[in-house]
């Protein structure tokens, strides 16, 4: 079976804005699915200034599937080591596993479009018009193939004639991301470094007091769900409370707050650490901006990842739910003296990082948007092209601060922009920012490193995670619609949410429970300790703006580094535990 797609004029493509959303999805499903006959590039041209060179897709084909380097390549194999030749061939048929309606409805969204224009500008098509549509349309063909997703599969189902690929302009950006990955990669060994000098200068937990936060806490707890209707929006959102059985009383309360296209059970193995530890425990859905979003995308039923009104929706979630709990505290004699809801903890993941801060103290940034996304089409900060979104919300002065919340975690956070430097200031409660090396989503540098050094309360913390990725600490969930390859999520997930296990105890304990005889566990020298060469851990207590600039434009090494953050020789550990269920 062929498909439609391919045939479609331009000037017909041109005209998506006139599809209502809910029809995008039949229109992606009937585009690549019609029986056709189907159009596809045969060359691909390769222009450098007035230098230009073509090549046929069928001798790529050929490459790809048998290895065998025909004429038409020879010319191009005999500038190339063997290891590269392999890692050519490997990356033309390297397969992603994502469905032709997903994609098509992703590509049809405004940061789809801002991707497909900045692509567009490097692969055009042999008449050098910008390949915006083009692609979009060899996309969602691949995707619906049964070959799959792969480089080749689009190359052959470009609609029209020729590829030409600007050299020139493909190389600008390269360097700009080049550069941006040397900066960062500079920054984080430089970060690396510091938390290292530190930890020689602290002094070990004596073996006789030594906890283990990222063990499970002596606590049962029970679980229940409720669902919310908030009495000033029309919204309803559900809820899970796990209430720890037989601790203290009242037991502080620590609200988790998913990420965005996540749900209530992205960090259900979180809440259930904390509550072994004797914290109350809330974790809502954010309807909007959860995984039923991301499924209504892909069915048609909304055409954004998340609209704007969720950077104002997801933080009075949070209000709305802690104010439910206090009523419930009060009111409910299953509940009634159990909660204390002036120790208040959050912890988020990406838009809940976003949503945690918030909370925290910082307010939405207009000013420093405006300034920003005037690079959107520039950036290669994928998350602000979703922080972006928030300049079409009306211009009022947001105020989301909750004074019930006494500690942050912000987990991945996209902030940049959408907080800014002025308002990350004003946060004043004790906050740790958690960035992975890795993070291709939310750069480490850009969203966690840097906005980092604009916090001034005095108690702060950066954790890093050396080959830490966006998914490292997200567990799975039945409700989710992309499962990232393995690749993607990065090594050891399981260890990654055994750092956020032990690390969130430590914090919480400290700065809700005033328990002093954990501030120990937040300190450069045991994040050392129990680091792993696979997913290293560093802790740093302070940086300022100038050790950031000096780290970033520091000349490259010579040799180039190993990957950043990878720790020092450290004496052999017995691994630890696996982690709970």
Known sequence: MKCLFPSLSTAALRTRRSIAPKYLGLFAFTAVCTAAPALGAQRIYVTYGPLEESVPIESLALFAKEGKIDSNLDGFAQYAKKTQLAEIRSGLQAKAEISHVTIAQFLYTPQGEVLLERLGRVIQTKARQPGFYAI???????????????????????????????????????????????????????????????????????????????????????????????????????????????????????????????????????????????FAVAVPEHPGSNAQQIQDLVTGRANEVAEPAEFINRPLDIKDLLDYLTKLSTTDPAYRGLLDLQRVGIIGQSFGGYTALTLAGAGINFAQLDKDCQLENKTWNLSLLLQCRARSLDRNQYNFRDPRVKAAIAINPIVSSILGETNLSKIQIPVMVVGGSADTVAPALLEQIQPFTWLTSPNKYLVLMNNGTHFSTIEDSPQTVFLPPPEVIGPEPALARRYVNGLSVAFMETYLNNKSNFRPYLEPNYALSISRNTLGLRILRSLTPQQLQQFSSAPARTPAPAPALAPPPVPSQPPLPPVPR
């Open 136 to 278: 979009r349309a060899a996309l969602i063909l691949a995707a619906s193939d049964p070959e799959g997703l792969t480089i080749l599969n689009v190359l052959q189902k470009f609609p029209t004639y020729g590829i030409r690929i600007d050299i020139a302009r493909g190389l600008a950006i390269a360097n700009e991301l080049t550069s941006l990955i040397n900066r960062s990669n500079r920054t984080i060994a430089g970060i690396a470094q510091l938390s290292e000098a530190e930890a020689a200068s602290e002094p070990a937990i004596p073996p006789a007091e030594l906890l283990q936060p990222q063990l499970p806490g002596p606590y049962t707890w029970k679980k229940s769900s409720v669902t919310l209707t908030s009495p000033n929006r029309d919204r309803t959102f559900d809820m899970d409370i796990y209430l720890p059985q037989g601790s203290p009383r009242p037991a502080p309360v620590v609200v988790i707050s998913h990420g965005l296209g996540s749900d209530r059970l992205s960090f259900e193995y979180l809440a259930k650490h904390l509550a072994s530890y004797g």
